[in-house]
């Protein structure tokens, strides 16, 4: 597999910051943040699956428009795989006819534009040799995160969550993990934020990294703008010896 972030910022604001969106291989986007503004109109055609790990406009804002840009050059449904709740949400406030045409009442030859497909954590999807599970986040709307296995190594994603043992109890049974991709949105000084709004901060992510008995490279995504350099030193102190690294985009993973 070979996974190519197009954006991991927690917002915008400069030539390099984009929102949650990754590419597997050339037919699946995980999360559909503004990074995925970055593609083709030819990439963004090949892309047949779209996981979504939660309702946040962050992870979801690219998705409307690409469906938009891509329609008329396909010939089969964008399947949009996401919780039950997460796909009443697009349902309801986004693919309305309101906000936005929905796209399921669309029609590509004989099939809709855009199908939806709900997913449940532990629930394990298949893609040829490729498998993507769901895998459990604690945020402030219902959330999953992902992992990502070829059969060779796994690569898992947060998602955006908060302290969340069950995600750590699934990761430390994963033989195979290479990398860990984990979110932390806030710096310390707005640990009570963090708490609040179900992110993670330095301290928070520490004591969760505490809980790995696997040994993973550790990347860290959502970074808010304006505080990386203070965010990442913090997680430096707070986690150094684990050597978390920042997330970049257009960073690629091949496993």
């Known amino acids: 597999m070979k996974v190519r972030v197009l954006g991991c910022s927690g917002g915008i604001g400069g030539r390099h910051l984009r929102t949650t969106a990754m590419l597997v291989d050339h ?3 995980i999360d559909a943040g503004t990074g995925i503004a970055d593609l083709s109109i030819a990439e963004l055609a090949a892309i047949d699956h779209v996981f979504l790990t939660h309702s946040h ?3 979801v804002v690219g998705l409307p428009l690409m469906l938009d840009s891509v329609t008329d050059s396909r010939t089969k449904p964008v399947t949009v795989y996401g919780t039950s709740e997460t796909l009443s949400t697009l349902r309801e406030h986004i693919f309305n006819w309101d906000i936005w045409p929905d796209f399921s009442t669309i029609s590509v030859g004989a099939a809709p534009a855009m199908e939806y497909k709900p997913i449940r954590v532990g629930q394990p999807l298949q893609f040829g040799s490729r498998i993507i599970t769901p895998v459990p986040a604690e945020h402030s709307v219902p959330a999953v995160g992902y992992h990502l296995d070829s059969g060779a190594g796994s690569l898992v994603f947060t998602g955006d969550t908060t302290v969340n043992d069950a995600f750590w109890r699934l ?3 994963i033989a195979n993990l290479r990398y860990l991709i984990v ?3 806030f710096s310390n000084r707005e ?3 963090a708490a609040v709004s179900k992110h993670l901060c330095p301290n928070m992510l520490g004591r969760e990294l505490r809980k790995l008995t696997v040994s993973p490279r550790i990347y860290i995504s959502h970074l808010k703008p304006g505080q990386v350099e203070l965010i990442m030193g913090e997680i430096e102190q707070c986690a150094g010896e684990l050597k978390p ?3 970049q985009n257009n960073q690629v993973f091949e496993f």
Do not use: K, P, S, Y
């Open 191 to 193: 640990e009570r934020m």
């Open 171 to 173: 990761l430390n049974t």
């Open 27 to 29: 037919d699946i986007l």
């Open 245 to 247: 690294e920042m997330l």
């Open 57 to 59: 406009l962050d992870h």
């Open 183 to 185: 979110e932390t949105a």
